[in-house]
C-alpha cells in the first residue's frame, strides 16, 4: 500500500499514517495446514483418529503496523469409536493454542493455563 492513511487509535480518535511499504491489513505472509487419519477397525467396530495443524505467520491490524498479531500454530485432536455405521461416541479436542512441548516423559500442550497431558 501507498501513501497516507486514517486510523482509529484505542481512544477513538484519527490519526494520520503513512503505509508505503506495509503489507496488508490482517494479511499474514504463510499459512499452512496439515491433517493426519488413520482408521483402525476392531471387529464390527471402527476407531477413526485425526489430528491437524494449522500456522499463521502473523500479520498486523492496521495500516501503520502497529498493532500485530504474533505468529500463532493451532492443534486439532479428534478420536471417534463406531459400532456398525449406526451410532458412535467421539472425542473431539479442543483447540489449543500453543504446540506440545515434548521431552522424554510425553508431550505437554498448554491451553488456556491448563495442562494437557
Not at 40 to 50: D, H, M, N, R, V
Amino acid at each position: 500500500m501507498d501513501g497516507e492513511l486514517g486510523t482509529a487509535t484505542p481512544i477513538g480518535y484519527e490519526k494520520s499514517v503513512n503505509a508505503s511499504g506495509n503489507r496488508m491489513e490482517r494479511a499474514p505472509l504463510l499459512t499452512s495446514t496439515a491433517q493426519l487419519r488413520w482408521l483402525l477397525p476392531i471387529g464390527t467396530a471402527k476407531i477413526e483418529t485425526t489430528a491437524s495443524f494449522y500456522h499463521n505467520s502473523g500479520f498486523y491490524f492496521d495500516p501503520g503496523d502497529e498493532i500485530q498479531q504474533r505468529a500463532y500454530n493451532l492443534v486439532n485432536l479428534y478420536v471417534k469409536y463406531a459400532r456398525k455405521e449406526i451410532a458412535g461416541a467421539w472425542l473431539r479436542g479442543s483447540t489449543m493454542h500453543s504446540m506440545p512441548r515434548c521431552s522424554g516423559r510425553g508431550c505437554i500442550a498448554v491451553r488456556h493455563g491448563r495442562v494437557f497431558e
